[in-house]
């Protein structure tokens, strides 16, 4: 067994909203240019979509700057 590069995209739903949207594999995807860095994904969970992503990022953010 090898161990390649994956660097297909991938057509993905968002497991927030289910817009669909492209996930690069080879490291260059959108999501990598978000300045917010949030947990992978739940198990059984997929990525988020670019709004979802942002809402989460802001959300959390918000909760921890009020603690």
Do not use: I
């Not at 993905?12 to 492209?22: A, D, K």
Request: hydrophobic share 35%; aromatic share 4%; proline share 4%.
């Amino acid at each position: 067994m090898t161990n390649r590069k994956e660097t297909a995209a991938r057509r993905l739903l968002c497991s927030g909203c289910g817009t669909p949207f492209t996930c690069e594999l080879s490291g260059q995807c959108w999501c990598g240019k978000e300045t917010a860095r949030l947990p992978m994904p739940a198990e059984g969970a997929d990525c988020l979509c670019r709004d979802c992503l942002r809402k989460l990022a802001a959300a959390t953010f918000a909760n921890v700057s009020s603690n």
